[in-house]
């Protein structure tokens, strides 16, 4: 348990409070009691990740519940040489440099538009703490699920600053403004079409192997085989509860005597109030393989469950909620998924054709373009392949079977090394 200093539990209180009130919509905003701030406060710093359990091992690191979603069935394989490194929020962290820190940032932070300057704050506080929790236990890697994230934008300046290696394990599928993979020692992607995006953004990382989906791996042991006959509805981030609703009543009246299951995408602020026979799928309390096993159906925004729907053998509508369809995930020339809209008239036709068509799709076929261990003796055992790589990446031994590297015509851009400059 960490020491706390009367300075810090100050500090932290106050950060508390300040968050509360500007991570909150003004009209939901209450003053909020000081004794329930400073429990919160204490009780985060006193759980905080003590980093010399760590020396010398390979840390896994998260921030958000996809991201550990995605990275606990590898670090269940991992033994003893791994451990699970979530540090608290980095503001609770700050400790004694907070101060420093906030005067280093003052003057660029004075010069950010409204809505970047907590993002600023957060990256910038993400690598003072661990650049100092790097340099007290040098661990041997990092393993982490996101490559854009505020967060990880201090990770990855912490690793810069202390050389310490990174690999990163794709959580999802790539959207067309992620950035490059240029500063990663390693990435594990599910497969070519996930590579090919990444490619046009810009640099590989140093090492680039297909592994498929750790967090479907259930799905994939099971080859796939859905048993569930409920419509799925998954609408965008920022879909309106109007539009939401609209959708929900179309599919209840098209399909009465099937269950109707809502899931929100975890940042959405949209207030749903459930009618009737809809379910509520919560991405905080239910996997993505949980969700998708109940479904025979499921209508979608451009989201990238559209392709994770492919390995449970779930039919997918596309489904704009509002304005055009976009397609930042290229999907959209796969056959696969050809029933897509965005005229919400013609939904309900679209889906009863959904739930009634004889049409047969090779869902492991068309799973495979996307996951590369599906239809193989690795099926269902991503977790198992990208442990088996972490640990020959840094521990050695002989590369694992069933890493399958960049094709030929795929080949990674030279990067900058850490130890490199850019400025003279």
């Known amino acids: 348990m960490t020491v706390l200093r009367p300075s810090e539990a100050a500090s932290f209180v106050l950060y508390e409070f300040l968050s509360s009130m500007v991570s909150t919509p003004p009209h939901d ?13 204490l009780s985060r710093r006193a759980g905080e990740f003590n980093p010399l359990q760590g020396a010398d091992k390979i840390w896994f690191h998260s921030t958000t519940h996809n991201q550990r979603e995605s990275l606990a069935p590898v670090w269940r394989k991992m033994g003893e040489g791994a451990i699970w490194a979530d540090l608290a929020d980095p503001f609770a962290a700050w400790g004694a440099s907070l101060d420093k820190a906030l005067l280093r940032a003052r003057a660029a932070y004075l010069d950010y538009p409204p809505e970047l300057k907590d993002l600023y704050h957060l990256a910038l506080a993400e690598a003072e703490l661990l650049e100092r929790a790097f340099r007290r236990a040098r661990p041997r890697a990092v393993v982490t699920s996101n490559d854009h994230s505020p ?59 297909f592994v498929g989906a750790p967090k479907l791996d259930a799905a994939t042991a099971g080859n796939g ?6 419509i799925g509805v998954c609408p965008a981030v920022n879909a309106s509860a109007q539009a939401i609703m609209e959708i929900l009543d179309k599919a209840r009246r098209t399909a009465p ?42 209508v979608a925004d451009d989201s990238n469950i559209a392709i994770e729907a492919l390995v449970f053998g779930v039919r997918v509508v596309r489904m704009s909620f509002a304005g055009a369809l976009r397609d930042q995930y290229g999907i959209g020339g796969d056959p696969v998924f050809k029933d897509w809209t965005t005229d919400h008239r013609g939904f309900a036709a679209m889906l009863t054709r959904a739930l009634v068509t004889d049409e047969t799709i090779n869902f492991q076929e068309a799973a495979s373009r996307y996951f590369s261990n599906v239809g193989t003796p690795w ?14 990446r840094y521990h050695g031994g002989d590369q694992p079977d069933g890493l399958i590297s960049l094709p030929p015509n795929i080949m990674p851009t030279t990067i900058l090394e850490p130890n490199e400059t850019t400025n003279g």
Request: hydrophobic share 45%; net charge neutral; proline share 6%.
């Open 151 to 209: 967060r990880h934008m201090g990770l990855m300046l912490a690793a810069w600053r202390t050389d310490v290696p990174i690999t990163y394990i794709q959580h999802a599928a790539v959207g067309g403004e992620e950035p490059a993979l240029a500063n990663f020692d390693m990435a594990l992607l599910h497969g070519q079409h996930a590579c090919e995006r990444y490619v046009q953004a810009g640099p590989l990382a140093k090492s680039v192997f």
């Open 379 to 392: 099926s269902g055992r991503a977790g198992d392949l990208a442990a088996a790589a972490i640990r020959w």
């Open 29 to 41: 905003r209450q003053t909020p009691g000081l004794l329930r701030i400073a429990a919160r406060a």
């Open 225 to 230: 085989e859905k048993c569930g006959d409920a």
């Open 257 to 298: 005597d099937r269950p109707l299951i809502l899931r929100l995408h975890p940042r959405s602020d949209a207030r749903i109030y459930l009618p009737d026979g809809v379910e509520e799928s919560n991405p905080a309390t239910e996997t993505v393989a949980g969700f998708l096993h109940r479904c025979a159906v499921l």
